[in-house]
């Protein structure tokens, strides 16, 4: 039995349509699964690692914190990797990757992610307003630096008792030869009155 050439030709124009239709499909899934989006967040950092893109256009990474540019759009090739550090923050952040690949939006991605609040960071102080003091000034009574550790005494204050080896005290109108001429006056009138009873005797005696 011969086989009509068209129908040869129909069948290879088929089989020549699906090798190009398959290698058309591995193709097609090679760079969609090579695209890797690779990202973290911590407390204090993110970290990007873009690989496996395609280097033949132009791809764009962008990051957000809280709406705020942490990373301004940058254009890329085939890989991205790049650290960026998170502001101080007391509560939690909510952290935006957007990468837009040029080979297509089904490789792009719009992702987002929560950074903790990190266990040592302290609640900064609210800084005082102006025109309005730090701190109101202090009601207590002063106290007194110091206290007396002694008490004034009271006894009275000794005498100076003069020592014997002192010398004489000022003259007060008297003298120590007062004593002696004393004396002699008085040995005179006893002499005297002895001389005058003699006298008086031996007249006496004489009558």
């Known amino acids: 039995m011969t086989i009509p050439r068209r129908s040869l030709r129909a069948a290879g124009t088929l089989a020549a349509a699906a090798v190009v239709g398959l290698t058309g499909a591995v193709l097609t899934a090679g760079p969609a699964a090579a695209h890797t989006p690779t990202w973290a967040v911590t407390c204090s950092e993110v970290s990007l690692d873009l690989t496996a893109y395609n280097s033949k256009v132009t791809n764009e990474v962008t990051v957000t914190v809280d709406g705020k540019d942490l990373l301004p759009t940058e254009t890329f090739g085939r890989e991205f990797h790049k650290k960026l550090e998170l502001p101080k923050h007391d509560k939690?952040?909510?952290v935006h990757l957007v990468v837009k690949a040029g080979d297509g939006d089904n490789f792009s991605r719009d992702e987002t992610k929560s950074a903790p609040v990190c266990e040592d960071a302290t609640t900064p102080s609210p800084a005082p307003s102006e025109g309005t003091p730090s701190s109101a000034p202090s009601t207590e009574a002063p106290t007194a630096s110091a206290t007396p550790s002694e008490k004034p005494s009271t006894s009275a204050p000794a005498?100076?008792?003069?020592?014997p080896s002192s010398p004489d005290l000022a003259e007060t109108g008297s003298s120590s030869a007062t004593p002696v001429i004393a004396g002699a006056a008085v040995a005179v009138?006893?002499?005297?009155?002895?001389?005058?009873?003699s006298v008086r005797k031996r007249r006496t005696a004489q009558h």
């Open 159 to 163: 005498v100076a008792t003069p020592s």
């Open 92 to 94: 939690e952040l909510t």
């Open 189 to 197: 009138l006893l002499a005297g009155g002895g001389i005058m009873w």
